[in-house]
């Protein structure tokens, strides 16, 4: 599966933004999908993930109540909304796809990834 992410921005802390991630082909709703985010000098890590159907959910400690994930299977696409931003959510965000089950959270996990979408958050 190929992902295409978008809606990336620059946004003030407190503000909210809803990433889109767009796969092509048609077994999406097979896929286990997952947000991850890598800030300037830092490691790729986990933000949220969701199942196939979307039932359940998956997210970091230091995003949760904040952000959540969501898929349109009909679509091929799967969102991330953030809201209540912090500095410290700057980072590129990446969405992925994991063929197998299990909703899990390592990079190595993961078989397919989009190209990155930036966030910025001013103070």
Known sequence: VQLQASGGGL????GSLRLSCAASGRTF???VMGWFRQAPGKEREFVAASNPGGGTTLYADSVKGRFTISRDNAEGTVYLQMNSLKPEDTAVYYCAARRRPGVLFSTYDYDSWGQGTLVTVSS
């Open 11 to 14: 946004v003030q802390a407190g």
């Open 29 to 31: 709703s097979a896929y």
